[in-house]
């Protein structure tokens, strides 16, 4: 079957505990429950793009350890096709996460050197048949490869950035859908106010579309020097994990289908709302009616930028088309 989204990057395997608040240093903190669940920024948004249609491919390194097995039956479950490689002799990746009875999550991590995904361990032929590339960048050679090999078949790279990565600038260069957190845009570029921030990084880097998350304010793109806002939908909230990864899955879902950029922040925004009314990374993934359902009723957090969305909302009408790569 051909293969829509390939994802290359983290998988986790989260240990979520309940806290009524954030411990204090030093204090004594009795917890509710400890759950073990599935999780990893890129792991996690191919399971949403399987859920929602789309034939997903996860490329990834485990360990030779439980967590590993948990991660390829949930794979299977899922039906996501799992090109994954065995680092022998260590333990996955796991992160240790607290969430607050607010929603909020702290998350603590550990990783053995031995999981880092090299440029060595890649195919090219997992990367050039698919329909669109999906990074976080954290093994950045690998993301590098995998980049030039997805450039050189005219396939669209979509980056999910959280942290600059040494060499990061290099993968940047090769990325056509660059949506990062909110700090990003200004560190890369040192402008403070994020409308600049984001079209300076576009200019620079030559990304078709740069945009930067919000957490409850929403969502701003950038598309030519233009700008799409959408503030985030009100849900009751539960658990913020995994609330970015299924963002990201919202957004390639609505590329790969060709909406205009507006639709496709919609479902982005609200597939992520959905996802933080359930527990852990993936606990909220719902059906697209679901996700239209909320998109046709629900409500919007106030607007970031009320001043200013309106007379630089140019670019919500951009039809984003699934074979518009940028230009090197």
Excluded at 34 to 46: E, N, R, Y
Excluded at 170 to 196: A, H, M, N, T, W
């Amino acid at each position: 079957m051909p293969i829509d989204i390939v994802g290359v990057g983290l998988n986790a395997t989260d240990t979520l505990i309940p806290v009524s608040r954030y411990p204090a240093s030093g204090s004594k903190v009795e917890i509710r429950s400890a759950s073990v669940l599935p999780g990893g920024q890129v792991a996690t948004a191919m399971v949403a793009c399987q859920t929602w249609g789309l034939c997903a491919r996860y490329v990834g390194k485990l360990g030779d350890d439980p967590a590993a097995t948990l991660h390829g039956e949930e794979f299977r479950k899922a039906g996501v096709e799992a090109q994954i490689l065995t680092a022998a002799g260590c333990s996955s990746l796991q992160s240790f996460i607290l969430v607050e009875d607010s929603g909020e999550r702290t998350v603590l991590c550990t990783r053995d050197d031995q999981l880092a995904l090299r440029p060595q361990d890649l195919r090219r032929e997992w990367i050039a048949d698919a329909r669109a590339l999906h990074l976080d960048g954290y093994d950045t050679a690998a993301a590098i490869a995998a980049a030039s090999w997805a450039n050189e078949a005219g396939i669209p790279v979509i980056a999910d950035l959280d942290e600059l990565y040494a060499g990061i600038e290099e993968l940047i260069g090769k990325v056509d859908y660059l949506i990062v957190s909110r700090d990003v845009p200004g560190r890369l570029s040192g402008k403070s106010d994020l409308f600049e921030a984001l079209a300076a990084v576009q200019q620079r880097f030559g990304c078709y579309l740069t945009a930067a998350t919000l957490g409850e304010e929403g969502v701003l793109a950038c598309v030519g020097g233009a700008f799409c806002y959408r503030p985030a939908y009100l849900v009751p909230v539960v658990d913020t994990t995994g609330a970015g990864d299924i963002f990201h899955a919202g957004f390639i879902y609505g590329l790969l289908e060709g909406w205009c950029l507006s639709q496709t922040l919609e479902f982005a925004c609200a597939a992520a709302a959905l996802n933080c009314a359930g527990t852990g990374a993936r606990g909220g993934i719902r059906p697209i009616s679901e996700i239209q359902s909320l998109i046709a009723t629900g409500s919007h957090h106030q607007s970031a930028f009320s001043a200013q969305s309106g007379s630089r909302n140019q670019a919500c009408s951009v039809k984003l088309d699934p074979l518009r790569v940028s230009a090197r």
